[in-house]
């Protein structure tokens, strides 16, 4: 799977399951991730959403929490495309 490919699955619905899954699996909360990787709560769930990249330290750190490989880590770290989550109008702050 390629980078982009690897961003834009966590940027999506499906990639967001797929994280939300790793997460009910092992019982781990939004709190202990974040406390984790040292960033508030509502970044670290923001950045595991696949809205912003995480540094590499932090996205090892969430991928090794949620039991995910290295593409799930390198996912977490590359930038989103705008407009990630299918919304009908971007809703995006930056723009």
Known sequence: MSNQTNRENAGTLSGALGQWQAKVKTGVTW????????????????ALLGQHPMGKDEAATAAALLELGDDAALAFQLQPPRGALDAAVSVDPTI
């Open 31 to 46: 709190a202990q991730l974040a406390e984790a990787v040292g960033k508030p709560s509502a970044w670290t769930t923001t």
